[in-house]
């Protein structure tokens, strides 16, 4: 087992601007990996997620805990000729099939949106992606995470829900 592994630290961001002038989102990420054991860690991450639209208005802050599991395309390592997992990883990464970590995980952790007073509430989901190691000591990576905060922007419901492609760097 080893505490804050090799590139521990992660900084990620996504951007989308909206159709309409007046709707804009961002989200920022920085996180650390706290421990690895083999294909398996733990990092946790606090997340900056904006929303600025004509009729909302939102700023969410999250801390979450990301247990993850590297390379789970591993168990798909069969049949002894051609295995399941090298074709996937030919097919998904094609020249980088080598150096690509694909990951699977799953988030839980706390939320607090603004402006306004709120008390905070309750995140989980999942996410599946995939990092390259560029040098010694950075990585590239992708993910695409689901989101389900335990907020209420518009009044309706208590689920806001939000899917989330990000691209960042490990150091």
């Known amino acids: 087992m080893e505490i804050l592994p090799l590139r521990p630290f992660n900084v990620d961001i996504a951007l989308r601007q909206a159709f309409s002038p007046n709707d804009r989102e961002i989200a920022l990420q920085a996180g650390l990996t706290a421990l690895s054991y083999g294909n398996f860690e733990i990092g946790t991450t606090y997340q900056y997620f904006g929303l600025a639209s004509s009729t909302v208005k939102a700023d969410v802050h999250s801390i979450y805990a990301n247990p993850r599991?590297?390379?789970?395309?591993?168990?798909?390592?069969?049949?002894?000729?051609?295995?399941?997992?090298?074709?996937?990883?030919?097919?998904?990464?094609?020249?980088?099939?080598?150096?690509?970590?694909?990951?699977?995980?799953?988030?839980?952790?706390?939320?607090?949106?603004?402006?306004?007073?709120?008390?905070?509430?309750?995140?989980?989901?999942?996410?599946?992606?995939?990092?390259?190691?560029?040098?010694?000591?950075?990585?590239?990576?992708?993910?695409?995470?689901?989101?389900v905060y335990g907020l209420n922007f518009e009044g309706q419901g208590s689920n806001e829900r939000q899917l989330l492609f990000t691209t960042g760097f490990f150091f």
């Open 69 to 147: 599991w590297n390379n789970f395309l591993d168990i798909l390592d069969f049949p002894a000729g051609k295995p399941i997992n090298r074709l996937l990883r030919h097919v998904l990464f094609g020249p980088l099939e080598d150096r690509a970590v694909p990951f699977v995980g799953v988030i839980g952790g706390a939320v607090v949106a603004g402006p306004g007073t709120h008390i905070p509430a309750y995140l989980y989901g999942a996410d599946v992606g995939v990092r390259f190691p560029v040098g010694h000591s950075i990585a590239l990576e992708f993910t695409l995470g689901y989101f």
